[in-house]
């Protein structure tokens, strides 16, 4: 019970601060997207300080986020290392990974045409 508990609690927080992050990041968009036409029905230009105050909003997110959310993920790697039946949690992780380990392949008509040209080449 206690180590679902400590499972829920590493999710919870990485998520959390994902979450947190992208918050950081929308606020700073939305004060640099002003000056562009997509600036919406507001119509004001932000102000030196709020441009400034945005930037170093995400820069400190980004670097606390950056801290504490690598120490969890390295947490649930090293969860899923001890956990033999883990295989399910390191299916989600592999997400955020470059490279998918169990997800299949696309099956696209677009992706088959490529697959067939390139075969076709190399006969």
Partial sequence: ?????????????????????AVAMVRLLST????TPLQGS?????????IIQSTVFVLVSLLIAGALG?????LIRRDIRNDP???HRFNYLSLLD???????????????KDEARSTRGHE
């Fill in 70 to 74: 690598g120490l969890h993920y390295w």
């Fill in 98 to 112: 470059d490279k998918p380990r169990s997800l299949p392949p696309c099956h696209c008509p677009a992706h088959t």
């Fill in 85 to 87: 039946s883990a295989s």
């Fill in 42 to 50: 507001s119509g004001s230009v932000p102000s030196q300080a709020e």
């Fill in 32 to 35: 640099r997207l002003a000056f």
């Fill in 1 to 21: 019970m206690a180590h679902n508990l400590y499972r829920f609690y590493l999710y919870t927080v990485f998520i959390a601060l994902l979450i947190f992050t």
